[in-house]
């Protein structure tokens, strides 16, 4: 009798190893797989949805189609499962949306209240709020276009910046000073902010900024035991050629109000190689 409970005994260990070897196989976190909760989920839908591609970096790849270039891609920091990205196009952009990270779809064409142009750059705020901004046609100036549905629908276009060839937008997304603050710059070298939430923006610096494009991002202010969220607006131009630019850098303590210069740097005169004239990477043009 005791030889056989020790025998069953033995049976149920090897059954317990077998059953937990099979559940870490699974969904095991060690291996660089897709997960299993994806792929049951392909089984759940009809058509079914494109399957992932997983790079040799790591990096998950989802086919949502084609839709020419420039792509700008962006994550609701309230909701990590919805991300927005913006593609060029001669008439304007093509604006895709995920709400639960897997399944993209075509947002509608916004309400621009004017024709438009590409290069679209996105925001999201600290509230989960959307910002699309997009050049006007004829590259005078940029719109802005706001969603609270996170790009499902959209409120009506406003005047944004003026310039021309290229803008760039953030949002403060931080609980600082100057919190959903939205900031947009624009070619040649024009700062302008929005501190009602897009309804309307406000120039309050300008630069000579000479070659197209200029960035703005947020940072905190911090300076020894003061750490200001949000508190530093940073400001880059450049001017020069496209392979010998100066980069000169401003920032701003005061949510974009003033502008101090900070410096002025040059870098390494190539990024990738010289395609017609433009910095590329495997012929994909690039900024520095």
């Known amino acids: 009798m005791k030889k056989n409970f020790f025998r069953y005994k033995i049976l149920l260990f090897m059954l317990i190893l077998s059953a937990n070897n099979l559940f870490a196989q699974y969904d095991n976190p060690n291996l660089d797989q897709v997960p299993q909760q994806y792929l049951d989920y392909l089984s759940t839908v009809s058509p079914k949805a494109p399957l992932v591609v997983t790079d040799n970096s790591g990096y998950d790849n989802f086919d949502i189609g084609t839709a020419f270039a420039e792509v700008h891609a962006v994550m609701n920091p309230r909701n990590p499962l919805q ?167 401003y920032c701003s303590n005061d949510g974009g109000a003033t502008f101090s210069l900070k410096s002025s740097q040059n870098y390494a005169g190539y990024v990738g190689t010289d395609v017609a004239g433009r910095n590329s990477v495997q012929n994909m043009r690039t900024r520095p």
């Open 83 to 249: 991300s927005m990205a913006a593609w060029n196009t001669t008439a304007g952009s093509n604006l895709y949306y995920t709400l639960n990270g897997i399944d993209w779809a075509l947002a509608p064409q916004p309400a621009w209240g004017q024709s438009m142009r590409g290069d679209p750059v996105l925001a999201y705020d600290s509230l989960g709020n959307l910002y699309y901004e997009n050049m006007v046609g004829g590259i005078t100036g940029t719109r802005v276009i706001k969603s609270v549905h996170g790009g499902v629908s959209f409120g009506a276009g406003v005047a944004a910046n003026t310039g021309n060839d290229k803008n760039w937008l953030a949002a403060d997304q931080t609980n600082g000073p100057y919190k959903n603050y939205i900031y947009t710059v624009m070619t040649p070298g024009n700062f302008k902010r929005s501190t009602n939430g897009g309804t309307s923006f406000v120039q309050t610096f300008s630069a000579a900024n000479g070659l197209p494009g200029n960035m703005v991002c947020v940072g905190a202010n911090k300076n020894g035991a003061t750490n200001v969220s949000g508190g530093a607006v940073y400001f880059v131009i450049s001017t020069g050629s496209a392979f010998a630019a100066t980069y000169t850098f």
